[in-house]
C-alpha cells in the first residue's frame, strides 16, 4: 500500500499515528508525508529539519511540503487544490489527517478540505492530534511493539518536546498517556485511536 499521511505542522503527523506508519513501514508499505505548514511561528528550532529527521528515523519515502504559512491556513480551493496536487502524486491507499474538530484553526481547515479532496478515497482516517476537540475512535491499532520508537520520532522535534504544556506533561509524557488510555479502550496495552470518514473493509 501507499499510505499517506497530511499534518498541518511538523511533528502532527507522529503525534496523531505514528505508531500506524512505524507498523506500515515494517510490513513494507510506502510512507509519506505531507506537512502543510513549516510551523515557524512556534519553537525556537528549525522545524524543517527536525521534520526531515524523524521522516528519515520513520524511513518514509517522502516529506511533501504545503508551502502554506504558518497558523493562517484557510479552507477554500487553494488548500483543497494542493491537497489534491499531493494525492495525484503519491496515490494513496489510505489517507490520515488531523481531525477537522479541533481548537487549532490550521487542523481545523486542513481536515475539512482533506475530506473534500478525499472524496474519491476509500480509505481515510482521522488521528488525534494535542488540541482535538470531541475525538471519539472506533478504530484502533496496537502500537505496544512500537511505542518506543514513536517516541524517538517525536523526540526529533527538540523544539517542540522542550515547551511547556498547561497539563504538565511533556509531549512524549502526553503521548505516553494517550496510548495507555486508547490501548485500554481497545483492550490491549497501547494503542493509536482513529476515526473514520470512510473505511473500505477487503473482507
Not at 5 to 25: M, Q, R, T, W
Not at 162 to 169: A, D, M, Q, R, V
Amino acid at each position: 500500500m501507499n499510505v499517506l499521511a497530511f499534518g498541518a505542522h511538523p511533528d502532527d503527523i507522529e503525534y496523531g499515528c505514528g505508531g500506524l506508519l512505524l507498523n506500515s513501514v515494517g510490513k513494507g508499505h510506502g510512507v509519506y508525508l505531507a506537512v502543510m505548514t513549516d510551523g515557524s511561528s512556534q519553537g525556537d528550532g528549525n522545524r524543517k529539519e527536525e521534520q526531515a529527521r524523524s521522516a528519515k528515523q520513520l524511513g518514509a519515502r517522502d516529506v511533501i511540503w504545503g508551502g502554506f504559512a504558518d497558523t493562517e491556513l484557510a479552507a477554500g480551493r487553494d488548500l483543497i487544490v494542493a491537497v489534491e496536487d499531493i494525492i495525484g502524486r503519491v496515490k494513496p491507499d489510505l489517507v490520515l489527517v488531523n481531525y477537522h474538530d479541533d481548537a487549532h484553526q490550521d487542523h481545523r481547515a486542513l481536515g475539512s478540505c482533506v475530506i473534500t479532496a478525499c472524496r474519491y478515497i476509500k480509505r481515510v482516517l482521522f488521528y488525534h492530534d494535542y488540541t482535538s476537540l470531541n475525538f471519539h475512535p472506533d478504530t484502533f491499532v496496537n502500537i505496544e511493539n512500537v511505542l518506543d520508537k514513536k517516541r524517538e520520532l517525536l523526540a526529533c522535534h527538540e523544539s517542540q518536546v522542550k515547551k511547556s504544556y498547561p497539563t504538565g506533561l511533556d509531549m512524549l509524557e502526553s503521548v505516553d498517556a494517550l496510548a495507555a488510555y486508547y490501548g485500554f479502550m481497545a483492550k490491549v496495552k497501547y494503542a493509536e485511536g482513529f476515526l473514520p470518514l470512510r473505511n473500505l473493509m477487503d473482507i
